[in-house]
Nanobody, 120 residues
Framework: QVQLVESGGGLVQPGGSLRLSCAAS????????IGWFRQAPGKEREEISC????????SYADSVEGRFTASKDNAKTTMYLQMNSLKPEDTAVYYC?????????????WGQGTQVTVSS
């Protein structure tokens, strides 16, 4: 079955770290635009990182720049989001996506989402 399966969410204290994983099943991530997104209750979905399929360049939203790092493994089957110095405002459902042409469009695959809660 062709899909993305996320893992790694949970509850963490402010200032803590989490690493999200997103495993591709039935395909490799080579050539896709790899994005991480989040959506908090009552807010629109936010793109927080994008690794461009065209040249591998990575971009981040201002809200996570310097704290989050997106990557993928050499086998190009799993992508990661390392989240450090977490803040309560990072609480959201996080989604991974592997898409064509640009990050976040409907041409590709999306993970099921994983909850991240930052709270003391």
């Amino acid at each position: 079955q062709v899909q993305l399966v996320e893992s790694g969410g949970g509850l963490v204290q402010p200032g803590g770290s989490l690493r999200l994983s997103c495993a591709a099943s039935g395909f490799t991530l080579d050539g896709y635009y790899i994005g991480w997104f989040r959506q908090a209750p009552g807010k629109e979905r936010e793109e927080i990182s994008c690794i461009r399929g065209s040249d591998g360049r990575t971009s981040y939203a201002d809200s996570v720049e310097g704290r989050f790092t997106a990557s993928k493994d050499n086998a190009k089957t799993t992508m990661y989001l390392q989240m450090n110095s977490l803040k309560p405002e990072d609480t959201a459902v996080y989604y991974c996506a592997a898409t064509y042409y640009y990050c976040g469009n409907d041409n590709g695959y999306w993970g099921q989402g994983t909850q991240v809660t930052v709270s003391s």
